[in-house]
């Protein structure tokens, strides 16, 4: 069965994509095949490679409404071309950009479409609306998400599937001192360099922290900063406030990796400040490897750190709360988690597993009615 990802992207920031990579590794064994239709111009930087269609006028996101429907109309004739030529027995379409190209296409085929939401959108109303037309089903990634949107799987015809690892992050070697009491101790988030990742939240956080419990923490934050005026302009602003708080031995923004499960084979905890993250792929891969996680209390984040038991949940966008979470942390006054345990509380989360989940949908979806 051939499934045709529409995507719209731009850049390769993981994210969607990494999941697109899970699912695409794990398929094979499920007589999956599948391609993702980008823009143009898209450059891949991460590996495994995937098969793109590539598209002049795909948009995955815009603040200007207009541009997005305009180009989502274009784009979908631009589709329809595409598809002429090379049938998909499965369109998924997973951003706000590719929603609507969806609903168009959906429409014009006379045939169902599957849409996975990824984001905590503050208007809700499109997605409720799209959640009960007949011609597109509906993924949310986490029982957190559907009450978000205020959808009940079982009355809307809505799927709960969330994101995925992939499934080698369960084989390899799990750290026996991933709690170390050894200092210093190695903090590490993981994500682009945007605002609604509130990095500037966390090194605000540590710079309220003690300085003699500051000294026995190191903190990396790996991940790219995304080709976008504001992006670049926030990562100036973290620079600022490294320097303005001397933090400059204590917090390091190391960049892009294409290999984060070694980074994170480094590190003794998870950090993860932003707010109603959606289902984080990073998080996924961190608590595959054993590493505990020190999370908001928001978003996909409830469901999946157990607080207690895998991690620790601070208040969301409570600056005293995270850094009361850090002081504990360096003083040792944590419990202390069992690596095995934290793997086996994401194995849900796998990629064949998730692909199993997916391949069921496609099949109803590919069933005639």
Known sequence: MKVLHLLGATEDNGGILSTIRGLSSA?????????????????QVRSPSL????SRHALDESFNHFQLAYRAWKSSSELMSQLAAEPFAVLHAHSRGSFLVALIVAYRLRRPVLFTNH???????MYRWGAARKRLRTVLLTPRMAQHYGLTPELNRIELIPEC?????FELPLRSDVQSSQKPVRLI????????????????ALANVSAERRRHIILEIWGPIPNQPDALEYARELQQLIQSHQLETTVYLRGS???????????????????NEPCSVALLEALAQGLPAL????????????????????????????SHSLESITENSVPQFSP???????RRYSAKQVSSDYLKVYQGLTRPS
């Open 165 to 169: 690892c992939a499934d080698r992050c």
């Open 119 to 125: 984001t905590y959108a503050n208007r809700q109303g």
């Open 295 to 322: 999370v908001s209390d928001s978003g996909g984040n409830v469901d999946i750190v157990r607080h207690g038991q895998t991690g620790w949940h601070f208040r969301a966008d409570n600056l005293y709360s995270l």
């Open 27 to 43: 398929g094979a064994d499920l007589g999956l095949e599948h391609a993702v239709w980008v823009q143009q111009n898209f450059v």
């Open 189 to 204: 988030g993981v994500g682009n360099l945007v605002r609604w990742k509130k990095w500037d939240l966390l090194i605000r």
């Open 51 to 54: 098969r793109y269609l590539r």
């Open 257 to 275: 990796t294409n290999d984060v499960a070694a980074q994170l084979h480094q590190a003794h905890i998870f950090v993860l400040p932003s707010t």
């Open 340 to 346: 095995i345990e934290i793997r086996d509380s994401v």
